[in-house]
C-alpha cells in the first residue's frame, strides 16, 4: 500500500496539481469571467472527496485488518499442512478459510461501493461546469464580449483542468488504502519497548560471569506470580541447573538474566552490577542462548554457525561444530557446511537444529552460556554427545542449563527445584538423591 502512495499516487498528485495550476493561469488570461464560471464546481468537488476521506477511510482501515488476518490465517495454514492433513481437518479449516474470505468481500465490497458513488459523483459536478462553459461563453460570444475561438481554447483547456481534477479524487482512494496500511505498520514501530537502557547506563565490558538473583519476583500480568522472592548466587565457571515441572518459571528466570524482562521487585547482579544499571547491548554480549524452539535462518549452516560471531574463521566455526558434536552430520550432508538449512531450517531435524545451535553459542564464546531444554528434541546417543560438549564446556564459562531429562544436569555444581513459583530445594545430584524431596522422585520416575 505505501508503495502505490509513493511511487504512484505521489508523483501523480504533483504532476496534476502543476497541470491545473498551468490551465487557470492560461484560462484567465483568456477570460477572467468565464474562468471564474469554471470553477464554480471545484468547491464541490473538493467538499465531497473531504467527505469522501472522512467516511471512507475508516472502511479502508477495516479493508487492511481483515486482509492481515486472511494472509496470517493463510500462513498458518500452509505451514501446518502436515498437521491439518493428520487430523482430517482439510474440511473445517476449509470452512474457516471460506467464512474469512467471504468476511474480506463483504468490507471489500463496502469500501469499493462508497468509491462506486464518489466517483460518478466527481464526473457529474466536472460535467456541469462544461455545460456552465458552454451557456455561458456561448452567450458572451453571441454577444460580441468574446471571441469564438477564445470560447474553442477554453474548452481545449478544460480537458486538460477536469481532468487532472478527477485524477486528483481518484487518488484519495489510493492515499486512503495507503493510511490504512501505514497506520498498522507505524502501530507497531512506534511501540516502544518495555526494556530501555537507564538515563545512566554505562557498558559492561567483558564479564567475568557471577550472577546473583537478590529477592527477585516476576509476575507477567498482575494477579498471577511466576516467580516469588527468588534468591541465590552463581560463581564465574559454575553451571547450575533448573528442574522442575513445567510452567514453574525456569525459562522466565533466564529470560530476565537476559533482560527479556525486568523483575516485578528484586534486583539481578552481573559481576556485582545491577543489570539495569548497564546497557542492554553490552549486557546481551555476554551471554549466549540456546532455546528449546531453534531458530535457523535461510542461509547455509556455515552461516547459522557464524551468526553472532564477529569476524568468524571457518577454522573457528569448524571446532565450535566438533564442540557441539555437529560435525559429523554436517559433513554428511550434500555440500557440508556450504548446505542451505532452508526457512527455519526445515531441511535438519530437531536434534541437529538444536546441534548447529550450540555450536553457534559455542563459536560466540561468551562468559555466561544459558541452554534452556538443549536436549530436548534429540535420541539418546546424540544427548550423550551434547551432553559431553557441556562437560567439556564446564569449567570455562557460567552455565545455566534447563532440562527434564535429568541425566543432563547431574554433573552440575548446583541444581535448583522450582515448585509453585519459589525455589523447593537446591543442592548437588546426590545431595538431592539423598533426601526423599522432590527431585528424587522425579528421578525415580
Given at each position: 500500500?505505501?508503495?502505490?502512495?509513493?511511487?504512484?499516487?505521489?508523483?501523480?498528485?504533483?504532476?496534476?496539481?502543476?497541470?491545473?495550476?498551468?490551465?487557470?493561469?492560461?484560462?484567465?488570461?483568456?477570460?477572467?469571467?468565464?474562468?471564474?464560471?469554471?470553477?464554480?464546481?471545484?468547491?464541490?468537488?473538493?467538499?465531497?472527496?473531504?467527505?469522501?476521506?472522512?467516511?471512507?477511510?475508516?472502511?479502508?482501515?477495516?479493508?487492511?485488518?481483515?486482509?492481515?488476518?486472511?494472509?496470517?490465517?493463510?500462513?498458518?495454514?500452509?505451514?501446518?499442512?502436515?498437521?491439518?492433513?493428520?487430523?482430517?481437518?482439510?474440511?473445517?479449516?476449509?470452512?474457516?478459510?471460506?467464512?474469512?474470505?467471504?468476511?474480506?468481500?463483504?468490507?471489500?465490497?463496502?469500501?469499493?461501493?462508497?468509491?462506486?458513488?464518489?466517483?460518478?459523483?466527481?464526473?457529474?459536478?466536472?460535467?456541469?461546469?462544461?455545460?456552465?462553459?458552454?451557456?455561458?461563453?456561448?452567450?458572451?460570444?453571441?454577444?460580441?464580449?468574446?471571441?469564438?475561438?477564445?470560447?474553442?481554447?477554453?474548452?481545449?483547456?478544460?480537458?486538460?483542468?477536469?481532468?487532472?481534477?478527477?485524477?486528483?479524487?481518484?487518488?484519495?482512494?489510493?492515499?486512503?488504502s495507503a493510511f490504512a496500511g501505514a497506520s498498522r505498520v507505524f502501530d507497531i514501530l512506534?511501540?516502544?519497548?518495555?526494556?530501555?537502557?537507564?538515563?545512566?547506563?554505562?557498558?559492561?565490558?567483558?564479564?567475568?560471569?557471577?550472577?546473583?538473583?537478590?529477592?527477585?519476583?516476576?509476575?507477567?500480568?498482575?494477579?498471577?506470580?511466576?516467580?516469588?522472592?527468588?534468591?541465590?548466587?552463581?560463581?564465574?565457571?559454575?553451571?547450575?541447573?533448573?528442574?522442575?515441572?513445567?510452567?514453574?518459571?525456569?525459562?522466565?528466570?533466564?529470560?530476565?538474566?537476559?533482560?527479556?524482562?525486568?523483575?516485578?521487585?528484586?534486583?539481578?547482579?552481573?559481576?556485582?552490577?545491577?543489570?539495569?544499571?548497564?546497557?542492554?547491548?553490552?549486557?546481551?554480549?555476554?551471554?549466549?542462548?540456546?532455546?528449546?524452539?531453534?531458530?535457523?535462518?535461510?542461509?547455509?549452516?556455515?552461516?547459522?554457525?557464524?551468526?553472532?560471531?564477529?569476524?568468524?574463521?571457518?577454522?573457528?566455526?569448524?571446532?565450535?561444530?566438533?564442540?557441539?558434536?555437529?560435525?559429523?552430520?554436517?559433513?554428511?550432508?550434500?555440500?557440508?557446511?556450504?548446505?542451505?538449512?532452508?526457512?527455519?531450517?526445515?531441511?535438519?531435524?530437531?536434534?541437529?537444529k538444536q546441534r548447529i545451535a550450540i555450536a553457534r553459542a559455542v563459536l560466540r564464546d561468551?562468559?555466561?552460556?544459558?541452554?534452556?531444554?538443549?536436549?530436548?528434541?534429540?535420541?539418546?546417543?546424540?544427548?550423550?554427545?551434547?551432553?559431553?560438549?557441556?562437560?567439556?564446556?564446564?569449567?570455562?564459562?557460567?552455565?545455566?542449563?534447563?532440562?527434564?531429562?535429568?541425566?543432563?544436569?547431574?554433573?552440575?555444581?548446583?541444581?535448583?527445584?522450582?515448585?509453585?513459583?519459589?525455589?523447593?530445594?537446591?543442592?548437588?545430584?546426590?545431595?538431592?538423591?539423598?533426601?526423599?524431596?522432590?527431585?528424587?522422585?522425579?528421578?525415580?520416575?
Amino acid at each position: 500500500m505505501l508503495e502505490v502512495l509513493i511511487a504512484h499516487s505521489l508523483p501523480d498528485l504533483i504532476g496534476n496539481l502543476v497541470m491545473i495550476l498551468g490551465v487557470i493561469i492560461m484560462i484567465f488570461s483568456i477570460n477572467p469571467l468565464l474562468a471564474a464560471l469554471t470553477m464554480i464546481p471545484v468547491p464541490f468537488v473538493l467538499i465531497s472527496g473531504m467527505i469522501f476521506s472522512k467516511k471512507v477511510a475508516p472502511l479502508f482501515k477495516i479493508n487492511q485488518e481483515v486482509l492481515g488476518e486472511l494472509g496470517g490465517s493463510t500462513q498458518d495454514y500452509l505451514s501446518g499442512m502436515k498437521e491439518i492433513q493428520a487430523f482430517c481437518a482439510e474440511d473445517s479449516q476449509r470452512e474457516r478459510m471460506k467464512k474469512m474470505c467471504k468476511e474480506y468481500s463483504y468490507v471489500n465490497i463496502r469500501a469499493n461501493f462508497a468509491n462506486g458513488i464518489f466517483h460518478p459523483s466527481v464526473e457529474f459536478l466536472t460535467s456541469m461546469g462544461t455545460v456552465i462553459v458552454v451557456g455561458a461563453g456561448g452567450a458572451l460570444a453571441l454577444r460580441g464580449m468574446l471571441d469564438v475561438s477564445d470560447v474553442v481554447g477554453f474548452f481545449m483547456y478544460l480537458g486538460l483542468f477536469y481532468s487532472p481534477l478527477t485524477v486528483l479524487t481518484r487518488l484519495f482512494e489510493d492515499v486512503n488504502s495507503a493510511f490504512a496500511g501505514a497506520s498498522r505498520v507505524f502501530d507497531i514501530l512506534d511501540t516502544d519497548s518495555d526494556i530501555k537502557d537507564a538515563d545512566n547506563a554505562s557498558s559492561m565490558g567483558k564479564a567475568k560471569g557471577s550472577v546473583e538473583f537478590e529477592n527477585v519476583s516476576f509476575s507477567y500480568k498482575e494477579g498471577t506470580t511466576v516467580l516469588s522472592d527468588i534468591s541465590f548466587k552463581v560463581n564465574p565457571g559454575e553451571m547450575y541447573a533448573f528442574v522442575g515441572p513445567t510452567g514453574v518459571g525456569k525459562t522466565t528466570v533466564v529470560s530476565l538474566i537476559e533482560r527479556f524482562y525486568d523483575p516485578t521487585t528484586g534486583r539481578i547482579f552481573i559481576d556485582g552490577k545491577d543489570i539495569r544499571d548497564v546497557t542492554v547491548k553490552s549486557l546481551r554480549e555476554n551471554i549466549s542462548l540456546v532455546l528449546q524452539d531453534v531458530f535457523l535462518f535461510n542461509g547455509t549452516i556455515a552461516e547459522n554457525i557464524a551468526f553472532g560471531a564477529k569476524n568468524a574463521s571457518r577454522d573457528e566455526i569448524e571446532k565450535a561444530a566438533r564442540i557441539a558434536r555437529a560435525e559429523e552430520f554436517i559433513l554428511g550432508t550434500e555440500n557440508g557446511y556450504d548446505t542451505i538449512v532452508g526457512e527455519r531450517g526445515m531441511k535438519l531435524s530437531g536434534g541437529q537444529k538444536q546441534r548447529i545451535a550450540i555450536a553457534r553459542a559455542v563459536l560466540r564464546d561468551t562468559p555466561i552460556l544459558i541452554l534452556d531444554e538443549a536436549t530436548s528434541a534429540v535420541d539418546t546417543e546424540t544427548e550423550a554427545d551434547i551432553r559431553e560438549a557441556i562437560d567439556a564446556l564446564a569449567g570455562t564459562r557460567t552455565i545455566f542449563v534447563i532440562a527434564h531429562r535429568l541425566s543432563t544436569v547431574k554433573k552440575a555444581d548446583k541444581i535448583l527445584v522450582f515448585e509453585n513459583s519459589v525455589i523447593a530445594e537446591s543442592g548437588t545430584h546426590h545431595e538431592l538423591m539423598n533426601t526423599d524431596g522432590i527431585y528424587s522422585k522425579m528421578a525415580n520416575i
